[in-house]
T-cell receptor, first 115, second 114 residues
Framework: QKEVEQNSGPLSVPEGAIASLNCTYS??????FFWYRQYSGKSPELIMF????GDKEDGRFTAQLNKASQYVSLLIRDSQPSDSATYLC???????????????FGTGTRLQVFP | SAVISQKPSRDICQRGTSLTIQCQVD?????MFWYRQQPGQSLTLIAT?????????ESGFVIDKFPISRPNLTFSTLTVSNMSPEDSSIYLC???????????FGPGTRLTVT
């Protein structure tokens, strides 16, 4: 059973701090990793994706990937109350055919940024 | 990314009835997916729908309960058949774009079965 694990939180950080969200996965063959943000009552929104070991930065967001440790993280710098949401980690599972490629989602980490 | 719409946005249905959810994309896409998200839970993949082939269902989901159509590259439907209160959930469609399996989601359909 391919799995993606996240701490459910809530993770509470003060405004302006760095929020660090973590995710581990079980399938060593996974090559693509994604972070989605989901506000309450809304659908998931893709905010970052990463394919190679190391860091990838986009504005206040940095995704970090360590395939040897099967670990992916998301850093949010200068956290704002508007960043308060659930963050879902997703990992691509490559199937035998294109019809069986799919994303496996973690249960999500709820982030709370307080003023 | 593609603009995705879903109809209806929400519905309240009686047990034993069926509801068809539509997903429309503003560009042609090969891979479309249907997910379920129950209250407070993460996303569970129901099936993958490719144009021109039968949908591929995940373990625990069957075609008789969740028939899917994919008549062209911009449209798909998911039917929730013979509904029970356990089917109350948010149903989401997504499309795959880009070279690295990125998926983008529609706004979702909130279904309540009474």
């Amino acid at each position: 059973q391919k799995e993606v694990e996240q701490n459910s939180g809530p993770l509470s950080v003060p405004e302006g701090a760095i929020a660090s969200l973590n995710c581990t996965y079980s399938d060593r063959g996974s090559q693509s990793f994604f972070w989605y943000r989901q506000y309450s009552g809304k659908s998931p929104e893709l905010i970052m994706f990463i394919y190679s070991n190391g860091d990838k930065e986009d504005g206040r967001f940095t995704a970090q990937l360590n395939k040897a440790s099967q670990y992916v993280s998301l850093l949010i710098r200068d956290s704002q109350p508007s960043d308060s949401a659930t963050y879902l980690c997703a990992v691509n599972i490559v199937g035998a055919t294109s019809n069986t490629d799919k994303l496996i989602f973690g249960t999500g980490t709820r982030l709370q940024v307080f003023p | 990314s593609a603009v995705i719409s879903q109809k209806p946005s929400r519905d309240i249905c009686q047990r034993g009835t069926s509801l068809t959810i539509q997903c429309q994309v503003d560009s042609q896409v090969t891979m479309m997916f249907w997910y379920r998200q129950q209250p407070g839970q993460s996303l569970t993949l129901i099936a993958t729908a490719n144009q021109g082939s039968e949908a591929t269902y995940e373990s625990g989901f069957v075609i008789d309960k969740f028939p899917i159509s994919r008549p062209n590259l911009t449209f798909s439907t998911l039917t929730v058949s013979n509904m029970s209160p356990e089917d109350s959930s948010i149903y989401l469609c997504s499309v795959e774009e880009g070279s690295g399996y990125e998926q983008y989601f529609g706004p979702g359909t909130r279904l309540t079965v009474t």
